[in-house]
């Protein structure tokens, strides 16, 4: 099995700076990881897939990079509804999937 | 609209069943892979099961294999996951997730999941 690891935990920053969350896997898994937002009560949403495409309806302040084994995923600029908590997700044994254990991005 | 609506969940004994349905509209259903995926009261998020366009090929994460079933009718834009033999560790909040459509084998085929319904809670406990 796929283990991802997401570092920090938990993320505190202002709005309007930079937040940088990561995302690491046991072994190679390509560019087959994708990012989700959930929100307190709501159901995950995609943000990015392939590791760096944004899915429809993305704001351009989110961006992914990464392969193998590190990613990141980026949010430039925050703003207040950008406070959640973000999943990885990989799908390189597709069509098994194994998520982290999220990153909760807080307001500092 | 594009929208997927689980209902089915509630409160179960443990040994017991239940089963899950997840309504679809707003896009050719037939055409896509489906999977469910939960999350644990204050927990992260863990794929459970998927099903090809046709049913032909489903898959499970492992602490489900021989108790639960993923299926789906397609004249009725449904998806369905039938919970047999409920431990404690099965409840969670349970989402139906849409995933790629067409052929897997082909590029741009979108294995990450675009869809998610609003999720339907089970509980299990005596």
């Known amino acids: 099995e796929i283990v991802m690891t997401q570092s920090p935990a938990t993320l505190s920053v202002s709005p309007g700076e930079r937040a940088t969350l990561s995302c690491r896997a046991s072994q190679s898994v390509s560019s087959n990881l994708a990012w989700y937002q959930q929100k307190p009560g709501q159901a995950p949403r995609l943000l990015i897939y392939g590791a760096s495409t944004r899915a429809t309806g993305i704001p351009a302040r989110f961006s992914g990079s990464g392969s193998g084994t590190e990613f990141t995923l980026t949010i430039s600029s925050l703003q207040s509804e950008d406070f959640a908590v973000y999943y990885c997700q990989q799908y390189n044994n597709w069509p098994w999937y194994t998520f982290g254990q999220g990153t909760k991005l807080e307001i500092k | 609209e594009v929208q997927l609506v689980e209902s089915g969940g509630g409160l179960v004994q443990p040994g017991g069943s239940l089963r899950l349905s997840c309504a679809a509209s707003?896009?050719?259903?037939?055409?896509?892979?489906m999977s469910w995926v939960r999350q644990a009261p204050g927990k992260g998020l863990e794929w459970v099961a998927n099903i090809k366009q046709d049913g032909s090929e489903k898959y499970y994460v492992d602490s489900v294999k021989g108790r639960f079933t993923i299926s789906r009718d397609n004249a009725k834009n449904s998806l369905y996951l039938q919970m047999n033999s409920l431990r404690a560790e099965d409840t969670a909040v349970y989402y139906c997730?849409?995933?790629?459509?067409?052929?897997?084998?082909?590029?741009?085929?979108?294995?990450?999941?675009?869809?998610w319904g609003q999720g339907t809670m089970v509980t299990v406990s005596s």
């Open positions: 997730a849409r995933g790629g459509s067409g052929s897997y084998y082909l590029p741009g085929f979108l294995r990450a999941f675009d869809i």
């Open positions: 707003g896009f050719t259903f037939s055409s896509y892979w």
